[in-house]
């Protein structure tokens, strides 16, 4: 149990459509990163947050974007789905930007149809 | 995107044997992290090494930093039921926000 909590589990969308995701961070974790990982693959970084600034982004288009709250939970957020976007969304907390060290939750199916 | 090289990518073993993997990388870390993935679930840490040549042990498991900061292993004494799953190594560059992952290692175990 890392207390890394993602929302919803799963969930199905139409392409084109919009997604919101949502994680709360372990307590004391000012430092949020987001992951897809498709089927077969391992993680692929998105983007970090940290106290609610982006500090890092992957290779992802700007669709992808997200936010950090002063609670230091995080959205991510996906416009105009495309089928390849279906994957395992999986978000990681740290206590601190530097820290080499992330807690993952169990993550967010996302079906694109 | 970037990933690591990970073998093997699949493993089939009777339930007692050793299991050793490992990873490869054409650029170098300063961090090696290895995590475990159970079906519906995320990567849960095993093991981190922070410098070359470091070996660490975590009960059944031992894992170590390559001399050259571009590999890592990780070995699995007396196999049991529960160390099914897919295990993943993980780099960090100095300074770099991301981990870079490799393609996972599916353990099988026959009881």
């Known amino acids: 149990e890392t207390g890394v909590t993602q929302s919803p589990t799963h969930l199905i969308k139409t392409r084109g459509q919009q997604v919101t995701l949502r994680c709360s961070s372990q307590s004391g974790h000012n430092t949020v990163s987001w992951y897809q990982q498709a089927l077969g693959q391992g993680p692929q970084f998105i983007f970090q947050?940290?106290?609610?600034?982006?500090?890092g982004r992957g290779n992802f288009p700007p669709r992808f974007s997200g936010l950090q709250f002063p609670n230091y939970s995080s959205e991510l957020n996906v416009n105009a789905l495309e089928l390849d976007d279906s994957a395992l969304y999986l978000c990681?907390?740290?206590?601190?930007?530097?820290?080499?060290?992330?807690?993952f939750g169990a993550g967010t199916r996302l079906s694109v149809l | 995107g970037q990933q690591l090289n990970q073998s093997p990518q699949s493993m089939f073993i009777q339930e007692g044997e050793d299991v050793s993997m490992n990873c490869t990388s054409s650029?170098?870390?300063?961090?090696w992290l290895w995590y475990k993935q159970d079906p519906g679930e995320g990567p849960v840490l095993l093991i981190a090494?922070?410098?070359?040549?470091e070996l660490t042990s975590n009960g059944r498991l031992t894992a170590q930093f390559g001399i050259t900061r571009k590999d890592s292993f990780l070995n699995i004494s007396a196999s049991i039921p529960s160390d099914v799953g897919i295990y993943f190594c993980a780099g960090q560059a100095q300074g770099a926000q991301k981990l870079v992952f490799g393609q996972g290692t599916r353990l099988t175990i026959n009881p």
């Open positions: 650029s170098i870390f300063n961090t």
């Open positions: 990681a907390s740290s206590p601190g930007r530097t820290t080499n060290i992330q807690y």
């Open positions: 947050y940290y106290r609610e600034e982006e500090n």
């Open positions: 090494l922070y410098k070359a040549g």
